[in-house]
């Protein structure tokens, strides 16, 4: 495999080389030399690419539904590489079956472990704005209704990032069932503060009560928007939008 160099990068097959981009990069390589799909379905030294395909076939199903789930959190926002590192995510609990053969193994296993649940609530899932930096004040939810309280509140000490005049603040108790594949959303009212705000203690109430349909998951999101004559625009960086799971039952 090499790079591509010249004015003008191909695309296609020429002389027996494949042209194509990687990663935004203009890739060369010699075309043939891999997997038909003959070859991978019936062969018996195929066997661990099957079984490779079939868990990452799941792990993507979990990936798109967790990230349909999560769409309030950040419409109108493209993270980059979001899908891949929640298939890490996924793939990583995955692995932690320990009930089903090879090929077979299953997101939902992983998770009713107590690994598995650490996994999830302390994942990274939007590294360049860490909620918990963003606003450092002690978070407590209740054990019943998981209604949250962010007490000790202090806008000065909230991390806005530059340009922003404004932070959106968004709560959920996700009830996300990993083995059929179902959710239920319970949302709070979202919460818009200005740099003035003078409270000290913020509560989120979720809507409706969690069904047990799954794996109970308290989903805690910031935005920040910027004010200009007297509307309101949300800013679209990488760190203007975060995700944090502060809680997995």
């Known amino acids: 495999m090499a ?20 990663n935004g990069q203009p890739i ?29 076939g799941h792990c993507s199903k979990v990936n798109k539904l967790f990230r349909h789930a999560l769409l309030p959190f950040y419409a109108g926002h493209r993270f ?10 996924f793939t990583g609990l995955k692995d ?5 053969a090879r090929g077979k193994r299953r997101v939902v296993e ?22 918990r930096q963003v606003l450092p004040f002690d978070y407590r939810i209740e054990g019943t209704n998981h209604r949250l309280t962010l007490s000790s509140f202090a806008i000065q000490d909230v991390g806005f990032v530059s340009g922003a005049t404004h ?3 968004l709560y959920s108790v996700l ?13 709070a009212p979202k919460v818009l503060l ?25 989903v805690f999101g910031v935005r920040f928007y910027q004010e200009v004559d007297g509307a309101l625009y949300v800013l679209n960086a990488a760190h203007s939008v975060g995700i944090s799971v502060l809680k997995c039952v």
């Open 80 to 89: 980059t590489f979001f899908h891949s590192r929640l298939m890490r995510l």
């Open 96 to 100: 932690l079956d320990v009930t089903h």
């Open 3 to 22: 790079k591509q160099k010249g004015i003008i990068p191909l695309v296609g097959t020429i002389g027996g080389i494949n042209f194509y981009y990687l």
């Open 175 to 187: 009830d996300f069932n990993f083995e059929a594949l179902t959710y239920e959303l319970h949302l």
């Open 167 to 169: 932070i959106e603040l």
């Open 28 to 56: 060369a390589r010699r075309a043939g030399g891999g997997f038909n799909r003959k070859a991978i379905k019936t062969k018996a030294s195929m066997h661990r690419v099957r079984e490779n395909a079939s868990e990452f």
């Open 110 to 131: 992983g998770i009713v472990t107590d690994t598995g649940k650490t996994l999830l609530q302390n994942f990274a899932y939007t590294p360049d704005c860490s909620v």
């Open 194 to 218: 200005d740099r003035n705000f003078g409270g000290d203690t913020l509560i989120f109430t979720p809507d409706g009560t969690a069904n047990g349909l799954g794996t109970l998951l308290c």
